[in-house]
């Protein structure tokens, strides 16, 4: 298995909503990522999680909570978000802090 | 602080013709990646390139890197319309674990 899973696709929710993308890789990577990206920019790296512990921070709200159960499986709870929040999720997985990263379909979150 | 930028950052160009995106990064690294992105969907990865004098090639792309001039190159050879997305290259530091991504080239190939 050489994917990285994330459900759901697409999701919109209401400021006052609370709601919770999930990721998943069976490739053994111990490294684990949330981007956010918003259109024509790059990805902007938001948390990363090393051995399931959670090892950067982008100084990103609080009203984003990443969650890390396993080391499968990668969450980012999300509450009171704001229209601007609106973008494409993208979770990744990697060997080792410098092994090529590989993504997921991504989340497209639309926030109204 | 590792800085990457590449050039250009909008490319339009006629099928058939070849062109160059350049991609330059500010600090030591020993290897460097390139992802393809089409509009609304994920990255994938296209080349990894993990040394000095590093080239790969697949149809009609193909990339190279010099660690010494911190310069890494994606060739484009009589592109298609199929080559048409977002290419971004993304740099691993030597020390840290933050992947560090140019602003990303849109090409556009016309026919």
């Known amino acids: 298995d050489t994917e990285v899973t994330q459900t759901p696709k697409h999701l919109v929710m209401g400021m006052t909503n609370k709601k919770s993308l999930k990721c998943e890789q069976h490739?053994?990577?111990?490294?684990m990522y949330w981007y956010k990206q918003k259109a024509k920019k790059p990805p902007e790296l938001m948390f990363v999680?090393?051995?399931?512990?959670?090892?950067i921070n982008e100084s990103v709200p609080s009203r984003f909570s990443p969650e890390c159960p396993n080391s499968s499986l990668l969450n980012l709870h999300l509450h009171a978000l704001q229209p601007e929040d609106s973008a494409l999720y993208l979770c990744?997985?990697?060997?080792?802090?410098?092994?090529?990263?590989?993504f997921g379909s991504g989340t497209r979150l639309t926030v109204v | 602080e590792l800085k990457v930028e590449q050039n250009p950052l909008f490319l339009s160009m006629q099928e058939g013709k070849n062109y160059t995106i350049y991609c330059n990064y500010s600090?030591?690294?020993?290897?460097l990646y390139w992802y393809r992105q089409d509009p609304g969907k994920s990255l994938e990865s296209l080349f990894v390139?993990?040394?000095?004098?590093a080239v790969k090639q697949e149809g009609r792309l193909m990339a190279s890197l010099d660690t010494k001039a911190r310069l890494s190159t994606l060739h484009i050879t009589a592109a298609v319309h199929d080559l048409s997305a977002t290419y971004f290259c993304?740099?691993?530091?030597?020390?840290?674990?933050?992947?560090?991504f140019g602003a990303g080239t849109i090409l556009r190939v016309k026919s």
């Open positions: 490739m053994g990577h111990r490294a």
């Open positions: 993304a740099v691993p530091p030597e020390y840290g674990n933050k992947l560090v």
């Open positions: 999680y090393s051995y399931e512990k959670l090892s």
């Open positions: 990744a997985s990697s060997q080792g802090w410098r092994g090529l990263y590989t």
């Open positions: 600090t030591t690294s020993d290897r």
């Open positions: 390139l993990l040394s000095n004098g």
